[in-house]
């Protein structure tokens, strides 16, 4: 069973539309993450919620708003899509949010703008 | 300066060779340090995990940390065509997680 789980795989969609993203782990895991990757292989880290509270929000535009229906649920919805969200964007989880706590990542979604 | 400095590369070694990959970092609070894989269209995949400076071994894998120059390397032995991937470091201590931008590894047969 995959441990942390990332739908869809690929999104290409139009400049303008509003699309989700949704994340789902296994493990347990009180804490979940979403980053963005860029061409460049960067990891940013977006927001991290523990216990479904939102516990890190980056400096991230409005457009984003991730929502966690439970500890185990961590979804992303994007407004307005431009062609700078172009990334792979992934879910990742931890045991908790005590720091240094290793993170186990999905396989990430590769969002395209046209 | 970047929380954390990693080569990005890429580097290319024949098959059996020893890999040496570092990242430095400024910050002294990092307590936790990591080093993930990642495949081409895969996530990032844990490798490693060491608490404060010292080594730890699994298997072809060592994980070395000297807190004391803030350096962290990742030692490859025998290196093998399935170790082709990218290879990110990441470190965490007072409240803040850095990934490093990863470093690109070909090992040719």
């Known amino acids: 069973d995959t441990a942390v789980s990332q739908t869809p795989k690929y999104l290409v969609t139009q400049m303008g539309n509003d699309k989700s993203i949704k994340c789902e782990q296994n493990l347990g895991h009180d804490t979940m993450y979403w980053y963005k990757q860029d061409s460049k292989k960067f990891l940013k880290i977006m927001f991290s919620y523990n216990n479904k509270e939102l516990i890190i929000n980056e400096t991230v535009p409005n457009r984003f708003s991730p929502k966690s229906p439970d500890k185990a649920h961590l979804n992303l919805h994007i407004n307005s899509l431009e062609l700078g969200d172009s990334a792979v964007y992934f879910c990742?989880?931890?045991?908790?949010?005590?720091?240094?706590?290793?993170?186990?990542f999905g396989d990430g979604t590769r969002l395209s703008i046209l | 300066q970047k929380e954390v400095e990693q080569d990005p590369g890429p580097l290319s070694v024949p098959e059996g060779a020893i890999v040496s990959l570092n990242c430095t970092y400024s910050n002294s609070a990092f307590q936790y340090f990591m080093w993930y894989r990642q495949y081409s269209r895969k996530g990032p995949e844990l490798l490693m995990y060491?608490?404060?400076?010292g080594n730890k071994e699994d298997g072809r894998f060592t994980a070395q940390v000297d807190k004391s120059s803030k350096y962290i390397s990742l030692f490859i032995r025998d290196s093998q065509p399935s170790d082709s991937a990218t290879y990110l470091c990441a470190m965490s201590g007072g409240n803040q997680f850095y990934f490093g931008t990863g470093t690109s590894l070909t090992v040719i047969p």
């Open positions: 990742a989880s931890s045991q908790d949010a005590i720091e240094g706590q290793p993170q186990h």
């Open positions: 060491t608490y404060s400076s």
